[in-house]
């Protein structure tokens, strides 16, 4: 290989981290058209190089909203205003009980998203497998395997995520991101330290409180041992209840946008603030406006 030249060698010496996307488990109704999603929506379409990732979710799952008397026509609006915008893809959810759930049970909901697309012309691009196995456990490995390799293969949705929402043990998520997920969401918690009732923290001490003791102190403090900063890229991180004060910060702006800079400065993957939990989409501070402009922000856009 012959000797860069010096700029060159500057230049990759350089390379800023990559950009941490948004991943938004979107669990409310679309209403009339997906006029619900409108503000989703909006806020994609002023940042379009922020990647996004969104989960619907039916109900627990595909449901069936294209049975007589459904609102199919208003999920095929709504999930399909969002994936037709530039790097937006649209995720279903689909539940394994951590990997205990009837496997049948768990393709057909795969194979009824998948008809989504086939019959109902929405571009879905993958599967968000929630109540993913968060422990060692060697079947659970062969079931999460024989899935994924369904969803893309069989289903032709490429994307995949499992949501855990911790590690039961300092590196028992390896076996999962050795499958090669797209994204294994390792931290689920919440930011406020007293729920507000609608946040889904409650009770409150179930939880740990993200970042009490400053900017990206949680990742550091628990994700670099418990699952290891090898796998920070095809890491999420959902954080719930940004609202009131976790102790330290109280929930503005100013904190929210620090809070998502320390996230794209160690190569997080994926990650999102609510201000309640996944069915308030508009609710401030973290509303779906502020946070896709703050991490657009954050990533340098
Ligand atoms: C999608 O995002 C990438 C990366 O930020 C960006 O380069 C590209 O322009 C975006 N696509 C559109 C259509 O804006
Ligand atoms: C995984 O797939 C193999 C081959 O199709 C099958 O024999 C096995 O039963 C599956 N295991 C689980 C846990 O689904």
Redesign the pocket.
């Known amino acids: 290989m012959h000797a860069l030249p010096l700029s060159l060698l500057l230049l990759t010496s350089t390379a800023t981290v990559s950009a941490t996307d948004l991943l938004l488990p979107l669990y409310t109704d679309p209403g009339s058209n997906g006029a619900n999603w409108a503000t989703v929506q909006s806020a994609l379409a002023n940042n379009p190089s922020l990647t996004a990732r969104v989960v619907i979710n039916v109900d627990n799952g595909p449901g069936n909203p294209f049975a007589k008397g459904g609102d199919g026509a208003n999920w095929v609006a709504g999930a399909s205003a969002l994936a037709d915008l530039p790097n937006v893809s649209v995720l279903g959810y689909v539940h394994t009980t951590q990997a205990t759930r009837a496997?049948t049970k768990v393709i057909a909901d795969v194979n009824s998203w998948a008809s989504w697309v086939t019959a109902h012309g929405v571009a879905l691009d993958g599967i968000f497998l929630d109540e993913a196995p968060a422990s060692v456990c060697s079947?659970c490995v062969?079931?999460m395997r024989?899935l994924t390799t369904y969803i893309r293969d069989t289903a032709e949705l490429p994307f995949v995520v499992y949501n855990p929402g911790f590690p039961a043990t300092v590196g028992a998520l390896d076996d999962y991101y050795a499958i090669g997920p797209d994204l294994i969401n390792a931290l689920e918690t919440c930011f406020a330290e007293t729920s507000d009732g609608e946040d889904l923290c409650t009770p409150a001490g179930s939880y740990t409180i993200y970042d009490e003791d400053g900017y990206g102190t949680t990742i550091d403090s628990t994700l670099e041992s418990w699952v290891g900063t090898q796998y920070y890229s095809q890491t999420s991180i959902l954080v719930h209840g940004f609202h009131g004060t976790n102790g330290l910060y109280s929930a503005t702006s100013a904190t929210l946008s620090s809070e998502l800079q320390a996230i794209v400065e160690r190569g997080i993957g994926a990650a999102v603030f609510t201000t309640d939990q996944w069915i308030t989409p508009d609710v401030g501070p973290a509303d779906i406006t502020t946070v896709a402009d703050l991490l657009n922000e954050a990533n340098g856009a």
């Open positions: 496997y079947s062969t079931y024989n």
